[in-house]
């Protein structure tokens, strides 16, 4: 991806717009783009060095599962995603001090079905006072098929809603 990108911007500076190819030039995503941004600056570094690369920018990096795995809590995760209300995540997490750790943290593998999943369950003991028990059911009957690893399209992304991370 990174070498056809390359060539891609090549053709762009020398063959379509070569007026452009003094400027400086940035690259920059967000999410997944934590993978393609540096491996396409280390491509136009090596090969490219007509490419007037300035530097490069990633907002919110996905950069691999060794690197991210300990990173996610899943209600915070579900909370970002709209799976949790504002007002729930806010009781959950500062009141009731709850947190989810997700499945690839906890390390606690189980096989089903022919496929390798996880389990897990919230740091605290369950919550004594009523507001949040309450919550917390909402957060697991908001989230229980959501993150199901049995979704259609789990091969999407390890850390995504679908994947072993959920």
Same mark, same amino acid.
């Given at each position: 991806?990174?070498?056809?990108?390359?060539?891609?911007?090549?053709?762009?500076?020398?063959?379509?717009? $070569?007026?452009?190819?003094?400027?400086?030039?940035?690259?920059?995503?967000?999410?997944?783009?934590?993978?393609?941004?540096?491996?396409?600056?280390?491509?136009?570094?090596?090969?490219?060095?007509?490419? /007037?690369?300035?530097?490069?920018?990633?907002?919110?990096?996905?950069?691999? /599962?060794?690197?991210?795995?300990?990173?996610?809590?899943?209600?915070?995760?579900?909370?970002?995603?709209?799976?949790?209300?504002?007002?729930?995540?806010?009781?959950?997490?500062?009141?009731?001090?709850?947190?989810? $750790?997700?499945?690839?943290?906890?390390?606690?593998?189980?096989?089903?079905?022919?496929?390798?999943?996880?389990?897990?369950?919230?740091?605290?003991?369950?919550?004594?006072?009523?507001?949040?028990?309450?919550?917390?059911?909402?957060?697991?009957?908001?989230?229980?098929?959501?993150?199901?690893?049995?979704?259609?399209?789990?091969?999407?992304?390890?850390?995504?809603?679908?994947?072993?991370?959920?």
């Amino acid at each position: 991806t990174a070498a056809a990108n390359r060539a891609a911007l090549q053709d762009f500076f020398k063959n379509k717009f $070569p007026e452009l190819q003094s400027n400086e030039f940035y690259i920059t995503g967000e999410s997944y783009a934590g993978v393609y941004v540096p491996t396409l600056a280390a491509e136009i570094l090596e090969n490219a060095k007509e490419i /007037n690369l300035k530097g490069v920018g990633v907002g919110d990096p996905c950069t691999d /599962n060794a690197a991210q795995s300990d990173s996610m809590d899943m209600m915070w995760y579900a909370h970002k995603n709209g799976f949790l209300l504002d007002a729930d995540f806010d009781l959950l997490w500062k009141t009731c001090k709850r947190r989810h $750790p997700s499945f690839l943290a906890a390390g606690e593998w189980h096989r089903t079905e022919g496929r390798t999943v996880a389990a897990t369950s919230p740091l605290k003991a369950e919550p004594q006072d009523a507001r949040c028990k309450a919550a917390t059911r909402r957060f697991l009957a908001a989230t229980s098929r959501g993150f199901s690893q049995e979704w259609p399209k789990a091969w999407i992304n390890d850390l995504s809603l679908f994947g072993p991370a959920a």
